[in-house]
C-alpha cells in the first residue's frame, strides 16, 4: 500500500512539472515580442494588427492568473495524497479528497492549453487509497516501472507436496468384489487397548523398508559365511591362579580368532541349483529338466565380502601408439634442449662449440677460410670425426652390460610365468642322436625351460613335455618343428619325425628343470608321470 502511494505521489509530481513546462513554452510563443519599427521607417509601412491579435493579448493577459490557477489546483492535489500518506502512518486522519474546482478548468485544458467551448479537460480523481481513478470509479493503470529491490528480499514461496488421496473404499461385496468383511480396517483401537491386526502399508522406497532390507541383507551375510567357512574359534580362558585373581604373569598370549577354511567335500555330479531342475537324475547322459520350475523370476545370489581388501595397483597405464610415442619423445627433447638454453643464458652451462661442417665452412669461418681454405678443412673435418667418436661412446655408455641384460631377459620370463604357465607337449618318432638330444637340453636351458624327455623303448616314441613363457615356448616349438632334422635321409626336411601334440596354459609348473628320463616299457613311462597328476600328457602322446 506504501508503495503505491508513493508511486501515485512521484505520478502527480511529474504531470505537474510536465504541464508547466508545456505551459510556459505555449506562453512564450505566443508573448514573443514583435520588432519595433525604426524611427526612420515611415508609418506607412508598419505593420498593422488584426482584429484576432486584440482578442488574443486579452487573452494573455490573464496568464498569470491562470498559471496561478493551476498550481494552486496542483498543491491541492498534493496536499490530499501528503494527507492519506500521513493517516496511513497513523499521524493525522485522512481528509476527504478535494475535487477540483470547475471553474478552473472548463475554459483550459492539461498544462494551461485553451480549449473550445463546451469541453472540459478531464480533472484528476482519487481514491481513498491516492489511486487515479476514471469518471466510473475504475483504477486507471500507470505504466510504472517497479522499484529495484534486492533479490534477497524477495519472498520465496515453497510449493508443498499434494499427497495422493486415495478414493474411499467401496464396502459393499455386490460393487467390489475385492473387500474381505473378515479384514478390520486399521487406525483403531479395540477394546483391549491394542491395535487391530490389519494391513498397514508404507511408501515405496522409504526409510521403513530401507532399514528392513539392510537387517535382512546383513543376518544373511553373517549366515552364509558362517556356513562357508565355519564357526570362529573362540579365544582361549583366562588363567587364575589360587587367590581368585587374574595372574597376569601366567596368561598366555591371546591370539586373534582366525577363521578356517571349510573343507570342500568332491565334486557333484549335480550341483544343488541344478537337482531343482532335474529332480530325476541318474546320469549325464540322459537328463531331463523339468520345465514348470522355469519361471520369469531372477535368483539374486547373497553377495559375500571379502576377508581382506584387494591391493591397490594404481591406475592402469594407457598403451600409447607409435605416433603418440614418438610426439612424446620429440616434446620430452624440445623441453630438455629449453632448459639447457636457458642455464646457458643465466651462464650455468658454456655455450658448446660451433658447430662447423664442410657445407657451412665457408659461412661460418668467413676470413679465416679464404686466407688457408686447406687448414680450416683440416680442422673442420677432425671436429667431425671427435663430434662422430662422442656419439658412440655415448651409445656404449647406455648399452647395459652382459649380465644386466641376462637379468632383464630372465626378469621378462619371470614375469610372464607368475601371470601364467605355458605347456607343449611334441611326440618324437626317433631321439636317438645324441646331437638332437644335445640340442634339445641346452636350448631348453638357455630358453628357462622346465620339463622332461621321456624316452620308452617299447613304443620307440618320446614325448617331450616344456614349461615355460609363451616366447619361450614359441622359440622352443620352431627349434624341434623347422630346425632340427630328426631323419637321417637325404630327401627328408627338417622338421619331419615331430609332431605337436597339445598347447595350452596351467596354473603353475611341475618340474623344476629340465632332463631327460629314459624308461623299458610304457608302465614305467606313464607311472613317472601319473607321481606328478599329468599322466593324461603320456595318453595324449600315445594315442594322436
Known sequence: MLRSLVGSEMCIRDRYQRRVREWFRGWMSEKRPEPMPSAEEPDAK???????????????????????????????????VKQLLAAKKGSTAPAPAA??????????????????????????????????????????????????????????????????????????????????????????????????????????????????ADRLRHKLSKKAIAERYGKVQPAAAQIVDGSGDAATEVQPKQEKAVLPFKQ??????????????????????????????????????????????????????????????????????????KEKQAQIRVGLLAPPPPKVKISNMMKALLNEAVQDPSKIEQQVRAAMAQRQRNHELRNEERKLKPEERRQKKLKKIMDETAVEMTVAIYRVEDFSNTQNRYKVDINAAQLHLTGCVIL????????????????????????????????????????????????GAVKKSTFRNFKLEEFRTEVLARQYLAGKNIAHYWDMCMHK
Open 46 to 80: 508598419r505593420r498593422r494588427k488584426s482584429r484576432w491579435q486584440d482578442a488574443d493579448e486579452e487573452e494573455n493577459g490573464a496568464g498569470g492568473n491562470q498559471l496561478s490557477a493551476l498550481q494552486a489546483q496542483i498543491q491541492a492535489q498534493m496536499s490530499n
Open 99 to 212: 475535487m477540483p474546482n470547475p471553474a478552473m478548468t472548463t475554459s483550459y485544458g492539461a498544462g494551461g492549453i485553451p480549449v473550445q467551448a463546451g469541453q472540459s479537460a478531464a480533472p484528476l480523481r482519487l481514491d481513498a487509497r491516492g489511486r487515479e481513478v476514471d469518471a466510473r470509479g475504475n483504477l486507471v493503470r500507470n505504466n510504472l516501472n517497479d522499484i529495484a529491490t534486492l533479490k534477497i528480499n524477495t519472498k520465496v514461496v515453497v510449493e508443498k507436496p499434494v499427497k495422493e488421496v486415495l478414493p474411499m473404499m467401496e464396502t459393499d461385496p455386490s460393487k467390489n468384489p475385492f473387500y474381505d468383511p473378515s479384514l478390520k480396517l486399521g487406525g483403531r483401537n479395540d477394546r483391549r487397548g491394542g491395535r487391530r491386526q490389519a494391513f498397514v502399508f508404507t511408501e515405496e522406497g522409504s526409510e521403513t523398508h530401507k532399514r528392513a
Open 264 to 337: 570342500e567335500g568332491p565334486i557333484p555330479e549335480v550341483e544343488w541349483w541344478d537337482a531343482v531342475l532335474a529332480p530325476n537324475y541318474v546320469s549325464a547322459d540322459k537328463v531331463t529338466f523339468d520345465s514348470s520350475k522355469i519361471t520369469m523370476y531372477i535368483q539374486h545370489p547373497i553377495p559375500i565380502e571379502p576377508l581382506c581388501e584387494p591391493k591397490d595397483q594404481g591406475p592402469v597405464p594407457l598403451p600409447l601408439t607409435k605416433k603418440e610415442r614418438k610426439k612424446l619423445r620429440t616434446r620430452t627433447r624440445i623441453e630438455a634442449e
Open 456 to 503: 620308452c623303448e617299447e613304443t620307440g616314441h618320446s614325448c617331450v613335455v616344456a614349461e615355460g613363457s609363451k616366447s619361450s615356448i614359441k622359440k622352443f616349438g620352431k627349434l624341434l618343428t623347422q630346425r632340427i632334422k630328426w631323419k637321417e635321409e637325404d630327401a627328408a626336411k627338417p622338421g619331419d619325425g615331430c609332431q605337436a601334440i597339445w598347447l
